[in-house]
């Protein structure tokens, strides 16, 4: 099913939603936001998904983040946006973020919420809540800093700096800058290469990194992730492939 402004799709084991209102710089209104969670709760929800690949229409913009139309006349709650930043960095899937263009505001954050972030040449990023008068909650200044380090997060958020996309790889919001025609081809076939690899020992790392980065991870949790995956038949595939000199076939189990 597909939405007009937020269209989802899954195909193997990859998931993909793109953020469709390129007239609106791809914002996103509660009603995007609503479809958002669902869509994201879905994929947790649905085994065979293994990796999700998140873009947006256009060759403009990836994200505008919050409506500020939306923001202005009330119909906007902020917390709504909090919620689908928090859900989207605890996806049980590795996520990856191909942008189709610059981004801003709150784009970018949901840029960082994902584990993976492929950028193309000549778009640039623009945060300008202090322009306009805004602070950002705990959350997402926390996820700046956690993810970029203190000085750029204030490169960022506080001098509301606009910085290109070599300066975005530099600096390690970018993971990889290719150019716009290639971008949906390199991002699909990185998206496949997650997806071929070991599903429970890729979940596993990325919920015990992710707790080891905000100070949650249980370590029982983590011994018993890590067991689990060490009883896998996953584990048995992939140490008979690498023997017999073969591509695994992993089935999640």
Same mark, same amino acid.
């Given at each position: 099913? &597909?939405?007009?402004?937020? @269209? ?10 793109? !953020?469709?209102? $390129?007239?609106?710089? &791809? ?15 879905? %994929?947790?929800?649905?085994?065979? %998904?293994?990796? !999700? ?9 990836? *994200? ?5 139309? #939306? ?18 960095? @605890? =996806?049980?899937?590795?996520?990856? *973020? ?10 970018? #954050?949901?840029?960082?919420? *994902? ?8 778009? @640039? ?8 008068? =805004?602070?950002?909650?705990? &959350? ?6 956690? /993810? ?5 997060? /204030? ?5 509301? #700096?606009?910085?290109? +996309?070599?300066? !975005? =790889? ?28 070991? $599903? !429970?020992?890729?979940?596993?790392? /990325? ?11 249980? $370590? ?5 992730? +890590? ?16 023997? #017999?000199?073969?591509?695994? @076939?992993?089935?999640?189990?």
């Amino acid at each position: 099913m &597909n939405d007009a402004s937020i @269209r989802f799709s899954s195909e193997g084991h990859i998931a993909r939603i793109v !953020l469709n209102r $390129p007239g609106q710089h &791809n914002a996103l209104g509660a009603a995007e936001i609503s479809q958002l969670h669902d869509r994201l709760a879905a %994929i947790d929800a649905d085994p065979a %998904i293994r990796v !999700l690949l998140l873009t947006g229409s256009g060759q403009r913009t990836f *994200c505008a983040g919050a409506s500020l139309s #939306e923001f202005r006349s009330g119909d906007m709650n902020a917390g709504l946006f909090t919620t689908l930043t928090d859900r989207l960095a @605890r =996806l049980r899937v590795p996520s990856v *973020c191909a942008l189709n263009g610059s981004v801003f505001g709150g784009g970018a #954050e949901i840029a960082l919420c *994902c584990d993976y972030r492929i950028g193309v040449t000549g778009s @640039r990023l623009l945060v300008p809540a202090a322009r306009i008068g =805004l602070c950002y909650p705990l &959350n997402g200044l926390q996820r700046y800093v956690d /993810k970029l380090g203190l000085s750029v997060a /204030k490169r960022i958020l506080v001098a509301s #700096e606009e910085l290109d +996309a070599d300066t !975005l =790889l530099a600096i390690g919001f970018l993971h990889r800058v290719v150019q716009p025609d290639s971008l949906q081809a390199q991002s699909e076939a990185f998206a496949a290469h997650l997806a071929g690899l070991a $599903p !429970l020992a890729v979940q596993a790392m /990325k919920r015990i990194l992710g707790g080891i980065a905000d100070g949650s991870m249980d $370590p029982a949790e983590a011994n018993r992730l +890590a067991d689990a995956c060490a009883a896998s038949a996953d584990l048995r595939e992939g140490l008979a492939a690498q023997r #017999e000199r073969r591509t695994a @076939r992993f089935s999640g189990s």
